[in-house]
């Protein structure tokens, strides 16, 4: 079972609140959903796992790369084999098209979607992930060649029976130039037609829009997606070169987006606190990224002036300081920054222990800020709740 229903949009922009209703319960968005690659929430146990409402788990690394699958289908599916009464999402496998392939081959980095200077490696390496008409073949670590397909994703995320799945595509890379972005499309267009076939779960697919960052396929793109019997629309990257560019594709799509106004919309791969603003602000209900799992892990944390890297020296706090001041996640509620920076200089094993102290902050954190968005909007001063959460929030590493 899955609906969803928009409860309130904002009077000067496209921000707007929902329900998402799935067997297990009612979502509210805005919504954030984090990291769940290979059905764990790396670091978490299980009671710190209650506490999430959202995780997207992979095709590729659960269905193709490893065989948990078998697990998975014996136990009834994700929710149940993780034990988790929350939203899931599977990730079709089309972002690791292009994380084994073109992100190796052109030596990108792939958070955001965003090529960056800094983020371009002067290493290239080999590619991994040769494209046919009818799917992808991976070379994995041991050299074995493995196939996906719209096919074999669909039958996959069925198995794994998460809430929501995704049409198979190809993300494309932001080097890929105007005439390989649109036969690249034109494939995945013929993908999506035949995910839609081969389903036959009641679960969510949501089609994804492509085109790189060229308008008219964009364009292209979001018309054919909602000319289809899609449950819901995903933007994919790549989003061209910063943020500005960012807000540039979802401006061309937005119009295309308010002619199905009954499906939820998905941001993928796409998370940084200014992002958010800038995709709810353009009807964005939903979003997955990594950092605040994978920044934990790497010992930073996010506070409402910046994001503190804790593994630095440098920074005084004083004694009995929290990590933010008045959060009411169970790290800070425990601990003080200053005991968690003695973990983190300790060794093995409190530092996995101060990395699950650290996740559960930064999760608490983000599905705070969702919740006061959310509100923001309800009451009608999201413009104003933007102003004044980026007027204070400094993005720097300390
Ligand atoms: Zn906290």
Redesign the pocket.
């Known amino acids: 079972m899955f609906e969803f229903k928009e409860e309130k949009r904002s009077k000067f922009c496209g921000a707007r609140v929902g329900i998402i209703k799935t067997e297990y319960g009612e979502f509210e968005t805005p919504l954030y959903v984090f990291a769940g690659t290979d059905a764990e929430i790396r670091t978490l146990d299980k009671k710190s796992l209650k506490e999430v409402k959202a995780l997207v788990a992979n095709t590729y690394h659960l269905g193709v790369r490893t065989n948990k699958i078998k697990e998975m289908e014996k136990s009834g599916g994700l929710h149940k084999y993780m034990n988790f009464k929350g939203l899931i999402m599977t990730d079709s496998g089309g972002f690791q098209v292009f994380s084994y392939g073109f992100s190796r081959e052109h030596g990108i980095g792939k958070i955001g979607f965003f090529p960056g200077k800094s983020k371009v490696k002067t290493v290239k390496e080999e590619n991994l992930a040769q494209i046919t008409e009818k799917g992808v073949f991976f070379k994995d670590e041991s050299g074995k060649k493995k196939f996906l397909g719209p096919e074999e994703s669909i039958k996959i995320q069925e198995k794994l029976g998460a809430d929501i799945i995704l049409a198979f595509d190809e993300c494309t890379s932001p080097f890929h130039e105007y005439e390989y972005t649109k036969k690249s499309l034109e494939r995945t267009n013929r993908w999506a037609k035949k995910c839609l076939k081969i389903k036959k779960s009641g679960q969510a697919l949501y089609g994804i829009i492509q085109g790189g960052f060229f308008k008219d396929l964009r364009e292209e793109s979001a018309r054919f997606i909602n000319s289809l019997d899609f449950q819901g629309i995903a933007v994919g990257g790549p989003l061209g070169k910063d943020r500005s560019d960012m807000i540039q594709v979802l401006d061309w799509i937005q119009p295309f987006l308010e002619e199905k106004p009954e499906l939820p919309r998905h941001m993928l791969g796409i998370g940084k606190p200014e992002d958010l603003f800038c995709g709810i602000e353009r009807g964005m209900d939903t979003f997955d990224c990594v950092i605040p799992t994978r920044e934990a892990r790497h010992g930073s944390v996010y506070t409402k002036n910046r994001r503190i890297d804790l593994t630095r020296g440098s920074m005084k706090f004083k004694k009995g300081e929290?990590?933010?001041k008045k959060?009411l996640?169970q790290?800070?509620l425990d601990f003080s920054v200053l005991e968690l920076r003695e973990m983190i200089k300790s060794e093995n094993p409190r530092k996995t222990e101060v990395a699950k102290l650290l996740t559960v902050?930064n999760i608490?954190?983000f599905q705070n800020l969702m919740d006061k968005i959310r509100k923001s909007i309800l009451e009608g001063k999201f413009k104003e709740f933007k102003k004044e959460f980026l007027k204070e929030y400094i993005r720097k590493i300390i």
């Open positions: 929290r990590i933010e959060c996640c790290t800070c902050h608490f954190w």
